[in-house]
């Protein structure tokens, strides 16, 4: 296991803003965190796990605790069981599933980040989310100390949940991912955008390969590249709404989408209302094109990131009635045993 000294949390993120962690440790083997976690609990360190830093955030006050660098690797296809080390590349995963002709994910490709990742929040994207085709992980659990596997039916998934950022946030260190893969390809009809871009450029492919495609052209068009704009992509989450809730907003002539995964606002629609597409402020870019994505551009740190989310959650609420929920998680510095908030 590696180990460093105050680095900075934005040179670990793709927002690119925080200051120091008293401690970084790199795990690169399963024997590491048991020691890892040993190390943080004997000073009361909080504890925070990284993988690729695309849906992490870090404050100007930066940790005086222990960051997790989550860097395992290996990858197992036993007849479309993928088995998956945590701190593999999830586009890679995608690339060779579709590639072999395995459906499940081809909706999910180029979303920045590492596996072990992916089902904390169950990332999603054009209809798809890992929860599709997650079997079970094996994880590390911080209460017993022991290594043991969640199946699916353990993660309570959800839209951008799971166990794993709810009810047991912190709990437990993914080691390993084990998807059921199958060969086919994603029913039509797909997500409006992607019918629509298969329209405009007469797409005929709609193979896992084909599909990938046409994923990679769409946000290559409307999303930054995390290499070359800092952002954490969707800063906020969609609203989701009960049957109610529902009736009531569509009474307003708000539009409100009935689908597979329940009642929903696309949060961008309250963003292009109130005018935000395209706008600077505090140093924050709102994507012009999908604007629940903030760009850092001349953020000057936390601080500026802060109020350009309380201009637009505020504005949103004043107008509409409905405060806008963060997706990436945040590193908070609080002297909190084995906590991860
Ligand atoms: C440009 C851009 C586009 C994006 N598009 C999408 C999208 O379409 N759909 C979507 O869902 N997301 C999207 N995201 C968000 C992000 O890519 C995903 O959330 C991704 O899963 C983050 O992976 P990561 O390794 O970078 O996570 P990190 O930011 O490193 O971690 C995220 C969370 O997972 C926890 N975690 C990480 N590794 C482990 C582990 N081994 N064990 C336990 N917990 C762990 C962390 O503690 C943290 O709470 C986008 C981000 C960017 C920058």
């Not at 504890?47 to 870090?58: L, P, Q, R, V």
């Not at 990332?123 to 699916?152: C, H, P, W």
């Not at 437990?172 to 298969?198: D, H, W």
């Amino acid at each position: 296991m590696k180990s460093y000294e105050n680095i900075f949390i934005s040179s670990l993120t793709t927002m690119r803003i925080g200051g120091t962690a008293r401690h970084v440790l790199e795990i690169e083997s399963e024997k590491d965190i048991p020691e890892a976690y040993k190390f943080a609990s004997a000073y009361w360190y909080p504890t925070y796990i990284i993988g690729g830093g695309a849906n992490t955030i870090g404050r100007d006050e930066g940790l005086d605790g222990v960051i997790l660098l989550n860097r395992l690797r290996g990858f197992t296809d036993n007849n479309g069981e993928f088995t998956i080390a945590a701190g593999e590349n999830w586009d890679v995963i995608v690339d060779y599933a579709c590639e072999n002709g395995y459906t499940g994910v081809e909706a999910l490709s180029r979303i920045p980040g590492l596996v072990g990742a992916a089902p904390v929040q169950n990332i999603g994207a054009y209809g798809q989310d890992v929860s599709g085709v997650f079997k079970s992980a094996r994880v590390f659990d911080t209460a017993t100390n022991n290594i043991i596997t969640l199946e699916k039916k353990d993660m309570q998934f959800g839209y951008r949940k799971s166990i794993m950022n709810t009810t047991m946030k912190g709990r437990f260190f993914v080691i390993s991912v084990t998807l059921e893969m199958k060969k086919g390809q994603m029913e039509r009809p797909f997500y409006n955008s992607v019918e629509k871009f298969i329209e405009d450029y007469g797409c005929t492919d709609f193979s896992p390969k084909g599909v990938r495609q046409i994923i990679s052209a769409i946000r290559k068009d409307k999303l930054p590249d995390p290499r070359e704009r800092a952002s954490a992509g969707s800063f906020f989450k969609n609203v989701y709404l009960d049957p109610l809730e529902a009736e009531k907003a569509e009474e307003k002539g708000y539009p409100v989408h009935r689908g597979r995964d329940g009642n929903k606002i696309n949060s961008a629609w309250f963003m292009e209302q109130c005018g935000f597409n395209g706008q600077l402020i505090n140093g924050m870019r709102v994507n012009p094109l999908a604007p629940l994505v903030l760009i850092n551009e001349s953020a000057r740190g936390y601080a500026d990131l802060a109020k350009a989310r309380a201009t637009i959650t505020s504005t949103i609420y004043d107008k509409f009635g409905y405060w806008l929920e963060q997706e990436p998680v945040e590193i908070i510095n609080t002297k909190n045993r084995g906590a991860q908030l």
